[in-house]
């Protein structure tokens, strides 16, 4: 997977900390955010391909910051966690969060290769949805020509 630049929010600075460090040691550019409105500051001054975001936070809730980026941010992918909180269980805050779009959801707790493979297909998928793009606006002969694994047609 290639290197990304990924924006961790949480509530929880232990959380924030142990994610951080999970990723830089895969090689990942890591910027955080202690809630929803500090995130949308960090994403109006840089760019990230990616954010992995708590959905029960007291500060702009994670489904709040989920709706925003889905807005104004539509090129960014979006990870959605939850351990659940007093109020609402883990599942029912997945859901809410799916609902509002994020891309990708993980139950907490979870363990560092958990972390790296939910990433991995998500971005994977994104890959693969770029390509079905590409060849869906390709000419019929193109199209045949890709899935039929051969090379192009030359013309002459």
Do not use: Y
């Not at 929803?36 to 001054?45: F, Q, T, V």
């Not at 883990?90 to 609902?99: R, V, W, Y």
């Amino acid at each position: 997977m290639n290197r990304l630049s990924i924006l961790v929010v949480d509530d929880r600075p232990e959380i924030r900390n142990l994610l951080r460090l999970w990723l830089e040691s895969d090689s990942h550019t890591v910027a955080c955010a202690d809630g929803g409105n500090d995130a949308l500051k960090i994403l109006k001054k840089s760019g990230h391909d990616l954010v992995v975001t708590d959905v029960l936070m007291p500060d702009g809730g994670g489904v709040d910051l989920i709706s925003q980026l889905r807005k104004d941010h539509a090129r960014v992918r979006i990870l959605a966690i939850s351990g659940g909180g007093p109020r609402v269980k883990s599942p029912t805050a997945l859901q809410m969060a799916q609902s509002v779009g994020a891309h990708a959801l993980l139950l907490k707790p979870f363990g560092r290769e958990q972390l790296l493979n939910a990433i991995h297909h998500l971005m994977e998928a994104d890959l693969r949805l770029l390509e079905l793009t590409a060849l869906a606006s390709a000419s019929p002969r193109a199209q045949r020509d890709r899935v039929e694994h051969r090379r192009p047609s030359t013309i002459g």
